[in-house]
């Protein structure tokens, strides 16, 4: 058997995860190759395990790009001998359906829908013709969380799956320096874009600013909101570091008085997951695949977008210890519910087997 991955641009989970089904592949014997930008090898190295072949599959509707990376695509797919194309994200799917239509023996196509579409505007109609492609003429679309699963069926699609995203498994290091001393630690991490809420959690944070002592907001990342979301910050006056990339996410974790994950929509966030495992008292917005990680347990669940209810919230768990043992307990036992790369890795072989199956 032989699998071709596809992905666009990416600057966190999606990228890590197509690293992973391709290496755990290639471990089991399966032939791979994996298609998409030069900057997504270099940040995440699929050519130490597998295959690596650049595509500029840009992250935003490129035009001229975009017939460029199909043409490439098309010339790739037909060459690579592939059993089945596994495409990740609605951009590298679209692209991936259009270019094999026109290979006559085409073979089967999954797509991973790991975000909803950009909401509004021109961008957001340009996604919603992504989407519908991709549930036109994928023969399988697997989706993150059960709205997605939702969205693809009533788009069309013709078999709609869930998708298996476990979080790396990454032993904690003990050493990561976190916070002042005697300030407690709240800790945020993900992309700096619009999706995660960050500047609903900035207005939060200028909510808790009479605690004492007050806590150190540390946001973990990088992207294209930096500059704009520094200057938030500084402008309500809230103690915020912006750490960027760091190394040692899993200890962060584990010294974390509360995470907050704010975002305004979410898949099957990986950085909920790694924070389950770590065992941190959480506070998470109420949306996409959130609920159905955590549970009602496990987390203090608030609406997206809502900055003084989540500033209450995570109030409430620095305030409250016999609370915060709760959240912390119960993320501990979520976890252990959780699958890990293997159960992934055999979700996705299984996928491929069905199709060959299927065809034969």
Aim: net charge positive.
């Amino acid at each position: 058997m032989r699998i071709a991955f596809v992905l666009g641009t990416s600057g966190g989970g999606t990228g890590r995860h197509v690293r992973m089904l391709a290496a755990g592949c290639s471990a089991k014997g399966v032939g791979v190759c994996v298609f998409g930008p030069a900057q997504t090898e270099r940040d995440f190295r699929f050519g130490e395990t597998v295959m690596f072949v650049p595509v500029e599959i840009a992250a935003r509707p490129r035009p001229a790009r975009d017939v460029l990376a199909i043409a490439r695509l098309r010339r790739l797919l037909r060459s690579a001998s592939a059993d089945a194309v596994h495409a990740h994200g609605l951009r590298a799917g679209a692209l991936t359906a259009i270019a094999l239509a026109a290979i006559r023996h085409r073979p089967p196509l999954i797509v991973t829908v790991h975000n909803a579409p950009a909401a509004g505007g021109v961008v957001g109609a340009v996604y919603r013709i992504l989407e519908l492609t991709v549930a036109r003429r994928a023969d399988s679309v697997l989706c993150v969380s059960a709205d997605l699963e939702e969205r693809m069926r009533a788009a069309g699609a013709r078999r709609v799956g869930r998708a298996v995203v476990p979080p790396s498994a990454i032993a904690p290091d003990v050493s990561a320096e976190t916070s002042p001393p005697d300030h407690p630690l709240v800790l945020a991490v993900g992309r700096l874009a619009t999706q995660k809420g960050f500047g609903v959690l900035l207005e939060a944070a200028g909510l808790w600013r009479d605690l004492r002592p007050e806590p150190h907001l540390m946001i973990v990342g990088q992207g294209p909101l930096e500059a704009g979301l520094k200057a938030q910050a500084a402008s309500l006056g809230v103690d915020a570091e912006f750490a960027g990339h760091r190394s040692d996410v899993p200890a962060l974790l584990a010294a974390a008085d509360v995470f907050v994950l704010p975002s305004l929509w979410e898949g099957q966030a990986l950085i909920l997951q790694e924070a389950l495992r770590a065992g941190a008292p959480i506070v998470a917005t109420r949306t996409g695949g959130n609920p159905a990680l955590t549970g009602e347990d496990a987390a203090v669940l608030v609406p997206p977008g809502d900055a003084p209810l989540l500033s209450d919230a995570v109030r409430e768990v620095l305030t409250d210890q016999a609370l915060a043992h709760r959240l912390r307990k119960a993320a501990l036992d979520r976890a252990r519910t959780l699958p890990g790369e293997e159960d992934a890795i055999s979700a996705a072989l299984t996928e491929y087997r069905r199709h060959l199956a299927h065809d034969t």
